[in-house]
Nanobody, 118 residues
């Protein structure tokens, strides 16, 4: 079992920045776990969509819609994954969820709301 708690969401004007944090109840990166940490988001009336991910090897991937604006990183000493979001747009408004994805199990946080005003 892995418990994930997101924080850092809020209301920001377009063009602004926010940093989301996801605190895990265990190591976020482990060769034994062979897991990937990720961020997803869900806007009202839409399906949950992939935003970014980072593997235990440090390999990062991003959705095209956020590439160049968002940066995912992790600190294994703090069991925390971050999502730095710059140049925010109104279309980035959504609930952002942290995900711990392992070979056989996935775990999700409860989400944190991000609202970008125009």
């Amino acid at each position: 079992q892995v418990q994930l708690v997101e924080s850092g969401g809020g209301l920001v004007q377009a063009g602004g920045s926010l940093r989301l944090s996801c605190a895990a109840s265990r190591s976020i990166f482990s060769i034994l776990s062979n897991n990937v940490m990720g961020w997803h988001r869900q806007a009202p009336g839409s399906e949950r969509e992939y935003v970014a991910s980072i593997s235990w090897r440090g390999i990062t991937n991003y959705a095209d819609s956020v590439k160049g604006r968002f940066t995912i990183s992790g600190d294994n000493t703090k069991n925390t994954v971050y999502l730095q979001m710059n140049s925010l747009k109104p279309e980035d408004t959504a609930v952002y969820y942290c995900k711990w994805a392992g070979p056989t199990n996935d775990y999700w946080g409860q989400g944190t709301q991000v609202t970008v005003s125009s």
